[in-house]
C-alpha cells in the first residue's frame, strides 16, 4: 500500500526507497539514531552516516514514514549543496583544482582597484548588497578555498523573469544564507516549492519578529478542518502546554503561519513558523517544528518573551531565531482589557488591592488585544490558582512564576471601569 502526501510528488514508501538506494549505490552507510513521537500524529527522526557521523539530519512529519522521507531528503539536500562541510576550509589541493564547490562555477579575478569585476551578480543585487558603496571585491573571496590569486568564486543563477544567468558569489551564499532555500524533492517542481516556501517563511519571521507585528489568531473553526492536526495541539495541551497558531501571511500576502508554544512552569514560550502554498502543509509543517527532535521533558528551556524592543530586534536574537527559533520574542501588547469577576461571579471594577492580592478563584478574560503572546501568558496565568495569603515578589527580569506574570502586567495598564467594557480598551500605562 503507498502513502500520498499533500505538497509530495510520490509515496513516501517510493521517496525513502529511492533515497536510500542512491545513498548506498555512492557509499553511505546511513542509520537511525534516534525517534520521537511525543504526541499523536507528531514524528522526528535524527539519521546520521555510520563512517561520519558527524553528517546527520532531522526530518518531521505527521507519520514514520513522513519524518524519515523528510530526513533523507534533507541529508540529499546538504549533500547535493555541500552544506555539511560550509564551515571548513578545504585545504590547498582543493582550492588548486579544476573546480572547488560545482564544475560550472565561474573564477573572477580581482581588479587593480579593488571594485567588483564586470559579470558578477546583476544591478539590482549590486543596489542591494552594497547600499553604502564600501563593498570590494577582496571582501567576496571564498573562504573555503581562500584563493585570492583565483579571485572570486561565484555559482550560476537563474533569474527567474527573464532567465538570464546570474553569478552570485560563494562567499555572499555561505555567509548570509547558510542553508535558506537549500532543498531536495521527488520533482524539480517540489524542491522549488519546498525552496520558496523557506525562504519566505525566514523573511517573514524575521519581519515579525524585528518589526514587533502582532497577528491574528486562527479561528478555530478554520482549525477544526484539520483533526489531526488539532489531535497534536490538543494533546500538548493535555500535557500542560498551551499551543495557539496564527495567521502569518500579513493580510494574506504570504503563505506563512506561526505556532506559539507556551510553558507555563516557567514562563517561558517558543514561537514556531511554517510556509508552503497549501494551507494544510504549512499547518502541519509548524506544529511538527515545535517538537522536532524534542520531547516533551525538552520544553523547558526557552526564552521568556521580552519587552526590549532592542534585544528583540538586535541581529544576533535574529540569527538565533534563524538557526533554531529558541530566541527572544516579543510580548508588547498596545491595548488589553481585562474582566476580573469577584469570588461571588459579580462584575467589578478591579482594585489595586486586589490586583496585588493572591488571585485564587479569579478568571481573566481578554477582550481586546494585539499581542498573542501577552493575552495567552495572561489567560493562563488567570486560570492558575496560589495558595491563600501567597505574596507576589518583585523580579527585575522577565522570568517570573507564572502567577507572577500577572501581577507584572496589571500593574502596566489601566483597567476600564464596568461602564466602558464593552466600548473602550484600557490603554497602557506610560512608565
Same mark, same amino acid.
Given at each position: 500500500?503507498?502513502?500520498?502526501i499533500?505538497?509530495?510528488?510520490?509515496?513516501?514508501?517510493?521517496?525513502?526507497?529511492?533515497?536510500?538506494?542512491?545513498?548506498?549505490?555512492?557509499?553511505?552507510?546511513?542509520?537511525?539514531?534516534s525517534?520521537?513521537?511525543?504526541?499523536?500524529?507528531?514524528?522526528?527522526?535524527?539519521?546520521r552516516?555510520?563512517?561520519?557521523?558527524?553528517?546527520?539530519?532531522?526530518?518531521?512529519?505527521a507519520?514514520?514514514?513522513?519524518?524519515?522521507?523528510s530526513?533523507l531528503?534533507?541529508?540529499?539536500?546538504?549533500?547535493?549543496?555541500?552544506?555539511?562541510?560550509?564551515?571548513?576550509?578545504?585545504?590547498?589541493?582543493?582550492?588548486?583544482?579544476?573546480?572547488?564547490?560545482?564544475?560550472?562555477e565561474?573564477?573572477?579575478?580581482?581588479?587593480?582597484?579593488?571594485?567588483?569585476?564586470?559579470?558578477?551578480?546583476d544591478?539590482?543585487?549590486?543596489?542591494?548588497?552594497?547600499?553604502?558603496?564600501?563593498?570590494?571585491?577582496?571582501?567576496?573571496?571564498?573562504l573555503?578555498?581562500g584563493n585570492?590569486?583565483?579571485?572570486?568564486?561565484a555559482?550560476?543563477?537563474?533569474?527567474?523573469?527573464?532567465? =538570464?544567468? &546570474?553569478y552570485?558569489?560563494? !562567499? @555572499?551564499?555561505?555567509?548570509?544564507?547558510? #542553508?535558506?532555500?537549500? /532543498?531536495? +524533492?521527488?520533482?524539480?517542481?517540489?524542491?522549488?516549492?519546498?525552496?520558496?516556501?523557506?525562504?519566505?517563511?525566514?523573511?517573514?519571521?524575521?519581519?515579525i519578529i524585528?518589526?514587533r507585528?502582532?497577528?491574528?489568531q486562527i479561528?478555530?473553526?478554520?482549525?477544526?478542518?484539520?483533526?489531526?492536526?488539532?489531535?497534536?495541539?490538543?494533546?500538548?495541551?493535555?500535557?500542560g502546554?498551551?499551543?495557539?497558531?496564527?495567521?502569518?501571511?500579513?493580510g494574506?500576502?504570504?503563505?506563512?503561519?506561526?505556532?506559539?508554544?507556551?510553558?507555563?512552569?516557567?514562563?517561558?514560550?517558543?514561537t514556531?513558523?511554517?510556509?508552503?502554498?497549501?494551507?494544510?502543509?504549512?499547518?502541519?509543517?509548524?506544529?511538527?517544528?515545535?517538537?522536532?527532535?524534542?520531547?516533551?521533558?525538552?520544553?523547558?528551556?526557552?526564552e521568556?518573551?521580552?519587552?526590549?524592543d =532592542?534585544? &528583540?530586534?538586535?541581529?544576533? !536574537? @535574529?540569527?538565533?531565531?534563524?538557526?533554531? #527559533?529558541?530566541?527572544? /520574542?516579543? +510580548?508588547?501588547?498596545?491595548a488589553?482589557?481585562?474582566?476580573?469577576?469577584?469570588?461571588t461571579?459579580?462584575?467589578r471594577?478591579p482594585?489595586?488591592?486586589?490586583?496585588?492580592?493572591?488571585?485564587?478563584?479569579?478568571?481573566?478574560?481578554?477582550?481586546?488585544?494585539?499581542?498573542?503572546?501577552?493575552?495567552t501568558?495572561?489567560?493562563?496565568?488567570a486560570?492558575?490558582s496560589?495558595?491563600?495569603?501567597?505574596?507576589?515578589?518583585?523580579?527585575?527580569?522577565?522570568?517570573?512564576?507564572?502567577?507572577?506574570?500577572?501581577?507584572?502586567f496589571?500593574?502596566?495598564?489601566?483597567?476600564?471601569s464596568?461602564?466602558?467594557?464593552?466600548?473602550?480598551?484600557?490603554?497602557?500605562?506610560?512608565?
Amino acid at each position: 500500500m503507498k502513502t500520498f502526501i499533500p505538497g509530495k510528488d510520490a509515496a513516501l514508501e517510493e521517496s525513502i526507497e529511492r533515497f536510500n538506494s542512491k545513498l548506498v549505490s555512492h557509499g553511505f552507510d546511513i542509520e537511525a539514531v534516534s525517534w520521537l513521537n511525543p504526541v499523536p500524529n507528531v514524528w522526528s527522526v535524527h539519521i546520521r552516516d555510520k563512517d561520519a557521523p558527524m553528517n546527520f539530519t532531522n526530518g518531521k512529519g505527521a507519520s514514520k514514514k513522513a519524518a524519515l522521507a523528510s530526513a533523507l531528503g534533507e541529508y540529499f539536500e546538504r549533500l547535493s549543496c555541500n552544506y555539511f562541510y560550509a564551515d571548513y576550509y578545504l585545504g590547498e589541493q582543493v582550492a588548486t583544482s579544476q573546480f572547488v564547490h560545482y564544475p560550472n562555477e565561474k573564477w573572477f579575478e580581482l581588479t587593480d582597484d579593488d571594485s567588483l569585476p564586470e559579470g558578477l551578480l546583476d544591478q539590482d543585487m549590486k543596489a542591494f548588497y552594497d547600499t553604502d558603496h564600501l563593498l570590494t571585491a577582496s571582501d567576496l573571496i571564498d573562504l573555503q578555498s581562500g584563493n585570492e590569486a583565483r579571485g572570486i568564486c561565484a555559482l550560476p543563477f537563474v533569474r527567474q523573469q527573464d532567465q =538570464e544567468t &546570474v553569478y552570485v558569489p560563494m !562567499n @555572499l551564499i555561505g555567509n548570509l544564507y547558510v #542553508s535558506n532555500g537549500m /532543498s531536495a +524533492g521527488n520533482t524539480q517542481t517540489e524542491a522549488r516549492s519546498q525552496a520558496l516556501s523557506e525562504v519566505f517563511e525566514r523573511a517573514i519571521k524575521n519581519r515579525i519578529i524585528a518589526e514587533r507585528i502582532s497577528l491574528p489568531q486562527i479561528p478555530a473553526e478554520v482549525m477544526a478542518r484539520y483533526p489531526s492536526i488539532q489531535a497534536s495541539i490538543d494533546a500538548l495541551i493535555a500535557e500542560g502546554f498551551p499551543v495557539v497558531a496564527y495567521d502569518a501571511s500579513l493580510g494574506g500576502e504570504y503563505p506563512v503561519i506561526c505556532v506559539v508554544l507556551f510553558n507555563p512552569n516557567n514562563g517561558t514560550c517558543f514561537t514556531s513558523f511554517g510556509a508552503h502554498p497549501k494551507f494544510q502543509v504549512a499547518l502541519e509543517r509548524t506544529v511538527t517544528e515545535l517538537l522536532q527532535g524534542r520531547s516533551l521533558r525538552d520544553l523547558d528551556v526557552f526564552e521568556a518573551p521580552s519587552f526590549h524592543d =532592542e534585544d &528583540v530586534a538586535d541581529h544576533h !536574537n @535574529l540569527e538565533t531565531h534563524f538557526i533554531d #527559533s529558541s530566541a527572544l /520574542s516579543h +510580548g508588547t501588547c498596545s491595548a488589553v482589557m481585562l474582566i476580573l469577576p469577584s469570588a461571588t461571579g459579580t462584575l467589578r471594577e478591579p482594585r489595586k488591592k486586589s490586583v496585588r492580592g493572591c488571585w485564587q478563584n479569579s478568571m481573566l478574560k481578554i477582550l481586546t488585544l494585539t499581542s498573542p503572546i501577552i493575552s495567552t501568558l495572561m489567560s493562563i496565568a488567570a486560570a492558575s490558582s496560589c495558595r491563600a495569603g501567597q505574596k507576589f515578589t518583585r523580579r527585575k527580569k522577565f522570568r517570573l512564576p507564572t502567577i507572577t506574570v500577572v501581577r507584572h502586567f496589571a500593574m502596566r495598564w489601566k483597567i476600564c471601569s464596568p461602564a466602558k467594557w464593552t466600548t473602550t480598551a484600557a490603554r497602557p500605562c506610560l512608565m
